[in-house]
């Protein structure tokens, strides 16, 4: 009903002006105007927060210095506008026309600094001119390497997502947009912990970018036979050898004893 009541208000209020066109001052008054419709029951109107009736938790959180990276990703994979208040706030239809949430997210941004939305040479290794193919492989690599010890304790080797304590989960990463992944990491969001640029460079962060969509690139990295498992990671590829391999030794182990001369002897006399 939010989405429907502001799309009527907000494309009136905007149509017939584009966000390039609108100066800074104009894109948060309409920020504004969209936040108070669609956030502000759960931000405040304010972007303070709202505290839930039980007076422990968060209704919505504050704003104030998550800045327009935070807006631009909770809002571009249809995580805000929330619905209700939930374990987690999942990926959803965007609720929202690009300038509209450039208008939100230049609101968000004035309510205290906070990081901006990245640029494309910051999360796309393609876009960063005269890098060698060999350049490229390495950064790879090295983005590979960064996965590893900061991501794959949540989102598995290969970025195949899963699961948390109390019915929360860590998505797969497949098919996430760069920008949105580089935002995922300044800006932390829900259970996710925060990277910013003093524990992962934003060139970490585009070599993290670029091994995560080589992984999901089947012609940079080729199916190489045998049951792929979906990049389960050791452990749990371990684990399925164990119960499979094992298991059917114990199995055939088992027949083996039902079917000798001496199982049968005892069954004559
Ligand atoms: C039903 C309540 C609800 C509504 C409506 C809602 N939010 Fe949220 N929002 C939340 C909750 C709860 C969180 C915290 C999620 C978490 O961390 O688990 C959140 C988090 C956020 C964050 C991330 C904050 C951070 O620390 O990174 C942003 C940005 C945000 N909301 C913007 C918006 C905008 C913009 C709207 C309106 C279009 C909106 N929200 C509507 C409940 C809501
Ligand atoms: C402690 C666990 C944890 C770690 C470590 C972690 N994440 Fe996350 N990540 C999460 C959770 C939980 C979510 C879901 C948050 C949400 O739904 O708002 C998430 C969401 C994301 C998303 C959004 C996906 C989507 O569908 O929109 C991206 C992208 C992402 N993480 C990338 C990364 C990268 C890259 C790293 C390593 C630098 C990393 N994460 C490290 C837990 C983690």
Redesign the pocket.
């Known amino acids: 009903m939010a989405g429907g009541l502001f799309a009527a208000f907000s494309s009136s209020a905007t149509a017939d002006k584009s966000s390039d066109s609108l100066t800074q001052a104009e894109k948060i008054e309409a920020g504004r105007k969209l936040f108070l419709l669609s956030c502000a029951t759960c931000h405040g109107q304010n972007g303070e927060g709202v505290v839930a009736e039980d007076g422990k938790s968060n209704l919505g959180p504050s704003l104030a210095g998550v800045g327009a990276a935070a807006a631009h990703?909770?809002l571009e994979?249809g995580?805000m506008p929330m619905v209700q208040t939930g374990k987690?706030?999942?990926?959803k239809p965007v609720a929202f026309t690009q300038d509209e949430v450039d208008a939100l997210a230049a609101y968000v941004a004035s309510l205290a600094p906070g990081p901006s939305a990245p640029t494309a040479t910051e999360y796309d290794l393609n876009a960063v001119k005269g890098l060698s193919a060999d350049e490229q492989r390495e950064a790879i690599v090295r983005g590979g390497k960064?996965?590893l010890t900061?991501?794959t304790?949540?989102?598995n080797f290969e970025?195949s997502g899963g699961a948390?304590p109390w019915g929360?989960?860590?998505?797969?990463?497949k098919g996430?947009a760069k920008q949105?992944?580089y935002?995922?990491?300044l800006t932390?969001?829900?259970?996710?912990?925060v990277?910013s640029n003093a524990v992962?460079t934003p060139e970490d962060?585009r070599d993290?970018?670029a091994y995560?969509y080589s992984v999901n690139d089947r012609e940079q990295t080729p199916a190489y036979g045998g049951f792929g498992m979906k990049g389960l990671g050791p452990v749990a590829e371990g684990l399925i050898a164990w119960l499979v391999g094992i298991g059917g030794l114990v199995a055939f182990a088992y027949w083996i004893a039902a079917h000798t001369a001496r199982s049968h002897k005892k069954e004559d006399a």
Do not use: D, S, W
């Open positions: 990703f909770q994979t995580r987690q706030a999942p990926r960064l996965f900061n991501c304790a949540c989102h970025g948390m929360r989960y860590a998505p797969p990463l996430v949105h992944i935002e995922a990491m932390g969001p829900q259970q996710m912990p990277f992962l962060k993290i970018i995560i």
